[in-house]
């Protein structure tokens, strides 16, 4: 099966996607061409190859869109993107900030920007703890970015202004027994989620907190 056949049968299969799913899926393949050509000397992923990209990368991102609240989402840690720019491609009335303290990742993540025409993202090349937000953040989200209570830690500052509404999303893999019981009493667990992704047998959760 050729790639943009692999990703559309797998947008088809997750909830909550665009009514143009074949335009998404064009961007997509655009970005995991980009990631593949810039990881050759910046590093960006483990995975190399485009076509375990699309399940590992972009179906993977794409599954939490059910499970998160906009309009003002931060990618904690973004690495080359992920989630956040599979995000913002499915939901362009959604604002997404991209935290990025690496420079070689950041500077990818403002080519990328420009590539894909993303006028929906905006780049911060600094520390998550460090961020300074105009708007009212609806959801900070991770992804390999650190262990559950240190992404907490660093990242609650961000819903201080929204508290209410705002929540914390952990993407994990594994149910992560250790990292919840390590979690400070200062977090609540608000919702752990089992998220299946069409084309990856791994396990896959995600970790709702709120700020108590």
């Given amino acids: 099966m050729d790639l943009e056949k692999r990703l559309l049968e797998g ?7 665009p009514a ?5 899926g064009r ?14 000397t910046h590093n960006l992923t483990a995975v190399r190859d485009p076509g375990a990209m699309v399940a590992r990368h972009l179906l993977d991102s794409l599954a939490v869109l059910p499970h998160i609240s906009g309009p003002n989402i ?14 913002a491609l499915a939901r362009p009335d959604w604002q997404v900030v991209l935290v990025e303290s690496n420079q070689k990742k950041a500077a990818f993540l403002m080519q990328a920007v420009i590539e894909l025409n993303l006028t929906n993202v905006v780049v911060k090349s600094q520390r998550i ?3 300074s937000v105009e708007n009212k953040i609806d959801t900070v989200i991770s992804r390999a970015f650190s262990n559950l209570n240190r992404f907490a830690q660093l990242a609650s500052g961000l819903c ?13 893999g594994a149910f992560p027994d250790l990292e919840l019981m390590q979690l400070s009493p ?20 995600l970790i709702k907190l709120r700020c108590n």
């Avoid at 143009?20 to 998404?24: A, R, S």
Wanted: charged share 25%; proline share 5%; aromatic share 4%.
């Fill in 160 to 172: 201080k202004d929204n508290a209410e509404h705002c929540r914390l999303v952990a993407m994990k």
């Fill in 11 to 17: 947008l088809q299969a997750l909830p909550g996607m």
């Fill in 186 to 205: 200062e977090f609540h667990v608000e919702q752990i989620i089992a998220v299946t992704v069409p084309g990856l047998k791994a396990k896959r959760h």
């Fill in 74 to 87: 931060v990618d904690a840690g973004s690495g080359a993107g992920l989630p956040g720019i599979p995000i």
């Fill in 27 to 40: 961007r997509l393949l655009q970005y995991i061409e980009l990631i593949a050509k810039w990881n050759a």
């Fill in 129 to 131: 703890e460090k961020l």
């Fill in 20 to 24: 143009d799913v074949e335009g998404l």
